[in-house]
């Protein structure tokens, strides 16, 4: 079965200071990634994705994820923290697009804190 | 943006009563998922369909029900809702090559 574990339910950062959030799955096949981030009472947006090819995927708002398979990880990387990054973020993998093996499973959850 | 509209946006309802919640999308996408967000918990899916007719259960299915007459619609029934229900619910689409498309959320409270 597959699963995300999500290192950290809260983190803090100090405004320009370096956003590492931490994802590691568990899948038997390679698997499909994707990281979303929730502001307050609205929904989930697609941060970025890796399905195939290139490791290095870069989204929207500066931010970058690696995907490892050696690792397992799949980690959340910004150079430098914007107030405006204070969310919630997902982590989620799935085994394909669509279908019963498309499903996403999602990791708790990590919310990102920004200090002036 | 992939059209997904979401209704009620908010709902207060009963312990016992039936509740449906509504997802509807406007581009004919064959996969439609529902999810349940929780605080800790992350967001776990309930139900899934892949078709017009075609469902299957998801990890937390118990005490939920869908149906899916027409491709742009997928319900979601509480047959007798309990406090433990009381969640936000997350409709969302597979798009071939884009991910997933989520709506904005049915925020449900049962009393």
């Known amino acids: 079965a597959q699963s995300v574990t999500q290192l950290g339910s809260h983190v803090s950062v100090s405004e320009g200071a370096l956003v590492l959030l931490r994802c590691n799955y568990s899948s038997s096949v390679p698997p499909y990634l994707f990281w979303y981030v929730q502001y307050p009472n609205q929904g989930l947006q697609l941060l970025l994705k890796?399905?195939?090819?290139?490791?290095l995927v870069k989204g929207i708002n500066g931010f970058e994820a690696e995907f490892k398979k050696s690792e397992t990880s799949f980690h959340l990387t910004k150079p430098s923290a914007h107030m405006s990054d204070a969310a919630e973020y997902f982590c989620?993998?799935?085994?394909?697009?669509?279908?019963?093996?498309?499903?996403?499973?999602f990791g708790k959850g990590t919310k990102l804190s920004v200090k002036p | 943006d992939a059209g997904i509209t979401q209704s009620p946006r908010h709902k207060v309802t009963e312990t016992g009563t039936p509740v449906t919640l509504r997802c509807h999308q406007t581009?004919?996408?064959?996969?439609m998922y529902w999810y349940r967000q929780d605080p800790g918990h992350g967001l776990r899916l309930i139900h899934y369909?892949?078709?017009?007719?075609?469902?299957d259960k998801g990890e937390v299915s118990d005490g939920y029900s869908v149906s899916r007459s027409k491709t742009e619609d997928f319900l979601l029934t509480l047959e007798s809702a309990t406090s433990s229900q009381t969640s936000v619910y997350f409709c969302?689409?597979?798009?071939?090559?884009?991910?997933?498309?989520f709506g904005s959320g049915t925020r449900l409270t049962v009393v």
């Open positions: 989620a993998v799935s085994r394909a697009h669509g279908g019963s093996q498309g499903n996403l499973i």
């Open positions: 369909s892949y078709g017009v007719k075609d469902t």
């Open positions: 581009e004919n996408h064959r996969y």
């Open positions: 890796y399905t195939t090819g290139a490791t």
């Open positions: 969302a689409i597979s798009v071939q090559g884009l991910g997933y498309t």
